[in-house]
């Protein structure tokens, strides 16, 4: 993920839940809010945290609007609290309660996670925590996900190139036409 230059930022609102950033390259990006745990409060005001939807980290200091890189630990140490089966980790942001980057985003962009949802990365990648390729799901419809992306994969077909259309497509068409074989 390239370093954004930010040469500008605006406010959307009264509220601050959204920020209108201006690059070098004369593109304007919309991050929103991150929601963060009460516990990351300090003077009665939680630090502000956003993201763009291609999951960049932004924090407002009062030197302006910062870029946050993602920490990446190894699994297996004290610092990784996540990984996903194969010992890949899941990156967090420490300064902010270590919260996993894939949480912060669909939270900022999708509204908090409904009871008993699980949070899918569509093209199998959970080095890639845009928008785009996040989704609420059940646990069992994961999983199921999962199977498929390894079915993908075992006959030569890379799903970190295909569109977030493309691989829903695939996941409804399997889901309508082999019910029986998911479970």
């Not at 502000?48 to 993602?70: M, N, Q, V, W």
């Not at 985003?105 to 928008?131: K, T």
Request: glycine residues 8%; hydrophobic residues 30%.
């Amino acid at each position: 993920m390239a370093k954004m230059k930010i040469i500008d930022y605006g406010f959307v609102g009264d509220d601050r839940t959204s920020v209108r950033i201006y690059t070098e390259d004369g593109g304007v990006i919309e991050a929103r809010r991150c929601p963060l745990p009460e516990r990351l409060t300090c003077s009665g005001s939680k630090p502000a945290l956003y993201c763009t939807r291609d999951g960049h980290f932004l924090s407002l200091t009062k030197l302006g609007l910062r870029e946050i890189k993602p920490n990446l630990a190894q699994a297996g140490t004290r610092k990784c609290t996540h990984t996903n089966g194969n010992g890949t980790h899941y990156p967090f942001l420490r300064q902010f309660g270590a919260k996993h980057c894939h949480f912060l985003v669909a939270g900022a962009w999708y509204g908090p996670r409904p009871q008993g949802m699980e949070i899918d990365h569509l093209n199998g990648d959970i080095l890639n925590w845009s928008a785009d390729n996040l989704e609420y799901v059940t646990p069992k419809e994961n999983i199921k996900r999962a199977r498929l992306l390894r079915v993908l994969r075992s006959i030569g077909r890379d799903p970190k190139q295909m569109s977030r259309e493309e691989l829903l497509s695939i996941f409804n068409k399997y889901y309508f036409t082999n019910p029986k074989n998911i479970d």
